[in-house]
């Protein structure tokens, strides 16, 4: 894939709707996608594309479709969306943004609002406003309008533009970056694989990331993988309010490669053999220098009996909001971080 | 500069009771300007005409009048109960020297116990040594203003303190402005405003403005800085130039003047920085907003510790700003 | 222009306060042709005049604000960080995260940064950054962006609108552009020989900063006979009560209060309902909140009516109005522009 290419596909993965649990919309994109080649969806919608390896060990490569959303629990006498949260999303970034709330028939624009601030006193003023305080408004008018266009169950993503922007476009601003970029990477390696792999692939499309690292659970299960890596996003500061020591990981400087989180500790001799393969490949790689955050690894190095793991994240601000900014630079050397690890497997 | 800033800074002037201040500074005006007079509420106005074809009015202002204490009652132990006058804060002053308009010294010290986060208007007294009510009030009258007693002094390089630096520097500046176009043709006519009850809330400059109806108007005032440890953060220090003002909380200057007085600074190689100033407001808004309105400005003076006893200024600064108004004015419209 | 797009295409003009003059030359080529002429104050309000054509007719002002709320750069940063100061009542809870366009020698985007739940400090508690704690990710180095930026340049939301169900619209700016639309619409909408006086559309500036609007000095100058000053009003969402708010979909409001005329309100609401119009009351007993105060004393003082388009989410970018009460805005300002005898005391 070109530049731009892999920019489109980027892009059309995050607009793409798909919070925890209604990951069938960015599914149906991501099978279109796949074309020929053959994949499985187990029971609870992973998506499986085996690439086999005979005898070699397996690894399981894999990327997360859901992101972080909203569900809708109530609709109120005049026509506002009452919701809870799909993943862990501060109410900061909430109020006021667009939304896309899934309807009965397609999907329908939204915004979410709270009382004015001019209704506001000084106390609430500097204090934040929880979700449960907040309504999306969809211009219904009344329960009966709401109720004839979506209904309590019904989803909701933020609505945001993807925007490349910044000195020569050096970054991207998009919502759902976390982890559409992994599945974005795992459809372009699918067809720039070495012709002797030294794995037994299986890259996987999981479900429910945002929520208890579902999905990556049962697809591990059914594999039972030797080695795993997941493809992910992870939350950075490297903001110049932030003290160095707090920062993670640095836009630009390359994917990073995690020593442990909140989830796992990853086997610290693939860590090393995946940053002496980026080295030896000349992509640039960091490590996250903060314990932070969790992924499907969590779940996946725990299945069966046990599965050495790693995570290769791309460093972005804001995420879990409308706004995830990553480098362009560090998105498209993902794939080559990832082949230099496949193509020097047999040290492994 | 200096000693003109001098002069004028020793002059009492709390806001309703600004003549010494103006006599002072028609003293120094008079020399420079066509012609200068005072108002019904005490603006010092004094006028140099233009000769250009389609001349503009030309307003710049600054305010005479300085924070201070007025005697309200008279204790029987001869202690002074004070109403403020303008934004004092306690905790800053508790302590400091002041000295009426007739010449008596004393400190304003607050009622013994008082925490200072509790310090007001109302546990504040003015203690002139008097020994009873009777020996106090053959000195002081109700109605007495006190101004702090703290002369300019001069620190390192070119650093000075004392008060009041908000604003006699600003008059300073303009007294200094009127000396640089001194025997020059301009083509605008300026009318140099010192205006009276700026700390009550702009009050002179706004029927100065009104008389005068400027096109243009630039106000000379101090403005925080944000160069002090812990201080807000503020992109504004002492010794980087004149600052232009962006905005304050009473007003957002004519983006183009703005564009104007930058394009000058640049020309004429004179420091400058660019003021957003969170709190606070200045003569600016009563220009740009009286009458029929007036694309309005200002040139701050960096000052640190504003309404204390020791406003420190750079002179360096306040040259800048004298320097940038004076060629602003020679440019003409 | 259907109303929508000419409120769209307003309100995503910048002119966040101070810097109403931004879009001039749109603003000219988006509206200018239904006037005779055009032109700018010391201050920056806007005027666009349409004649009557007739001798010593009277002077009616319509007053809608121009500048919207919105923040300017206080201070560049390394890594292409901008610090902010808020121009008006922005409403905190809204920034972190949204999409901003910074007004420099170019447009250059960028996001309000955020704290991601991953990385909060437990002590941050329930607290909201100010403003000034804000940091605008843009995504250049300090030295170039220092060549495009300089302290006191413009921030403004990114304009994006979206057609929500039955006529309800959302996006940033329809605090008071989306009047301003309704302004020209109901003006455009009258035949000159139909005029009851010379109309001037006064485009206001300075109105979110408080107490020094750019109203006064305009309509100090222009000394009209009588004036409407038109702006949003809070319209009601399930937090707030009926009686600090107006209906959405209840039409245009007009406010009943000391400051506002007695006679031309009567007259205009039993006009409005011959005429079926949709109008509601609101009514306080302080100021109107709007430029009404500010009109109504300037010089020797000025008869005006206060009236409100209901808009919901005011000072966030995504505010919500209904087209049909635009459009019942739009009708009343026909009707007020049109209608001879509005100030006379009838029997």
């Known amino acids: 894939m070109t530049r731009e290419e892999k920019l489109q596909l980027l892009s059309e993965l995050c607009l793409e709707f798909g919070p925890t649990g209604s990951e069938r919309y960015v599914a149906k994109v991501i099978k279109e996608k796949l074309g020929d080649i053959e994949y499985t969806v187990d029971r609870l919608g992973n998506i499986i594309v085996h690439i086999p390896g005979e005898g070699a060990p397996k690894l399981m490569v894999s990327a997360h479709m859901d992101e972080v959303g909203f569900i809708i629990n109530e609709i109120t006498d005049d026509g506002y969306l009452k919701f809870d949260t799909l993943g862990g999303i501060d109410p900061r970034v909430m109020c006021g943004k667009y939304v896309t709330v899934e309807g009965k028939e397609g999907f329908i624009p939204g915004v979410i609002a709270a009382k004015a601030i001019h209704h506001q006193n000084a106390d609430e003023r500097k204090k934040v406003t929880p979700h449960k305080s907040m309504y999306i408004d969809i211009g219904a008018t009344s329960r009966e309008e709401a109720e004839s266009l979506t209904e309590p169950g019904n989803s909701a993503t933020f609505d945001s533009e993807f925007v490349i922007f910044g000195e020569d476009g050096a970054f991207i601003k998009s919502k759902a970056i976390d982890d559409r970029i992994g599945c974005a990477v795992l459809l372009d390696l699918l067809g720039r694989l070495p012709k002797n792999c030294p794995f037994d692939l299986y890259f996987c499309f999981t479900v429910r990331e945002e929520i208890g690292l579902s999905g990556a659970r049962t697809v591990a299960h059914a594999i039972d993988p030797d080695f795993c890596i997941v493809l992910e996003s992870t939350a950075v500061a490297d903001l110049p309010d932030v003290p160095e020591s707090r920062r993670v990981a640095k836009l630009g400087d390359g994917c990073a490669i995690s020593l442990r989180d909140n989830a796992t500790i990853y086997d610290r001799d693939f860590v090393n053999f995946a940053l002496e393969a980026a080295k030896k490949k000349g992509v640039a790689a960091q490590i996250k220098k903060y314990v932070s955050g969790g992924n499907d690894a969590g779940s996946i190095h725990r299945s069966v009996d046990g599965v050495r793991a790693l995570a290769i994240s791309v460093p972005s601000r804001y995420i879990h909001s409308p706004a995830n900014v990553i480098s362009t630079a560090d998105y498209l050397s993902m794939s080559e971080l990832v082949l230099a690890i496949i193509e020097n497997g047999k040290e492994l | ?333 | 222009m259907e109303l929508e797009k000419l409120i769209n295409s307003l309100s995503a003009l910048m002119s966040v306060t101070g810097h109403e003059g931004n879009g001039k030359a749109e603003l000219e080529s988006l509206i200018g042709a239904g006037f005779d002429e055009s032109f700018t104050d010391a201050v920056g309000n806007r005027f666009f005049v349409k004649r009557c054509g007739r001798e010593g007719a009277p002077k009616i002002l319509i007053d809608a604000h121009m500048d919207e709320i919105g923040l300017i750069v206080s201070d560049i940063k390394d890594d292409g960080f901008l610090t902010v100061a808020p121009i008006g009542g922005v409403d905190l809870r809204t920034l972190q995260a949204g999409d901003v366009v910074i007004y420099g020698k170019e447009k250059i985007f960028g996001v309000v940064g955020s704290t991601p739940p991953h990385l909060r400090r437990p002590d941050e508690g329930n607290s909201l950054k100010e403003a000034t704690e804000l940091l605008i990710d843009t995504g250049y180095s300090k030295e170039k962006l220092s060549e495009l930026v300089r302290i006191g340049t413009p921030v403004g939301f990114k304009p994006v609108y979206r057609h929500l169900f039955g006529s309800r619209i959302a996006g940033k700016g329809f605090d008071d552009k989306s009047c301003a639309a309704c302004a020209v619409m109901g003006i455009s909408r009258v035949a000159r020989e139909e005029l009851a006086g010379d109309v001037y559309l006064m485009l206001s500036s300075r109105e979110e900063t408080g107490m020094f609007g750019g109203a006064a000095p305009g309509a100090y100058s222009i000394a009209p006979d009588y004036a409407m000053v038109i702006d949003v009003n809070l319209g009601k969402t399930p937090d707030t009560s009926k009686s600090e708010t107006v209906a959405v979909g209840g039409g245009a409001s007009l406010t009943l209060c000391p400051v506002t005329d007695r006679t031309m309100n009567k007259k205009l609401i039993a006009l409005a309902k011959e005429k079926e119009i949709k109008t509601q009351v609101c009514v306080t007993g302080g100021s109107t909140g709007t430029n009404a105060s500010a009109v109504n004393l300037a010089g020797a003082g000025i008869p005006c009516v206060d009236v409100g388009l209901p808009l919901k989410g005011m000072h966030t970018a995504t505010e919500v109005l209904d087209l049909e009460d635009a459009e019942s805005v739009a009708a009343l300002v026909a009707l007020f522009v049109s209608t001879k005898d509005l100030t006379e005391v009838t029997a």
């Open chain 2, 1 to 333: 500069m200096l000693d003109i800033f001098k002069k004028i800074s020793a002059a009492h002037g709390v806001s309703g009771a600004e003549s010494d201040t103006a006599g002072v500074i028609a003293e120094l005006m008079t020399e420079y300007t066509d012609d200068i007079r005072i108002d019904n509420l005490g603006n010092l106005i004094a006028c140099r005409h233009g000769v250009g074809e389609n001349r503009k009015k030309i307003m710049l202002c600054a305010h005479m009048d300085e924070i201070g204490f007025m005697a309200t009652f008279i204790e029987k132990n001869g202690f002074i109960r004070i109403a403020p006058i303008g934004g004092i804060n306690y905790t800053a002053v508790a302590l400091t020297r002041v000295r009426s308009e007739r010449g008596v010294r004393g400190i304003i010290a607050p009622e013994a116990k008082t925490k200072p986060a509790d310090f007001r208007a109302e546990n504040f007294l003015i203690d002139i040594g008097a020994k009873d009510e009777k020996e106090a009030s053959r000195r002081v009258k109700i109605g007495d203003c006190f101004r702090f007693d703290n002369d300019q002094i001069k620190l390192l390089g070119s650093r000075v303190c004392g008060h009041p630096a908000d604003d006699r520097i600003g008059c300073a500046v303009l007294v200094d402005i009127a000396r640089q176009l001194h025997g020059e043709d301009i083509k605008d006519d300026v009318y140099f405003v010192f205006s009276v009850q700026e700390e009550v809330g702009c009050r002179g400059s706004k029927t100065a403005a009104f008389a005068v109806e400027p096109d243009i108007s630039l106000a000379f005032d101090v403005t925080a800085t944000g160069d002090t440890p812990s201080a807000t953060p503020m992109a504004c220090e002492l010794g980087r130039g004149a600052a232009i003002k962006i905005k304050d909380s009473s007003v957002i200057c004519d983006p183009t003047l703005v564009d104007e007085l930058i394009e000058v600074a640049k020309d004429k190689k004179i420091k400058y920085q660019l003021e957003v100033l969170l709190y606070g407001g200045t003569d600016t808004s009563s220009m740009q907003m009286t009458g029929a309105g007036s694309r309005a400005g200002a040139l701050s003076i960096p000052t640190r510790y504003i309404h204390s006893a020791n406003e420190m200024i750079d002179m360096a600064d306040a040259q800048a700003c004298a320097d940038l108004a004076a060629e602003y004015i020679r440019r003409g419209e």
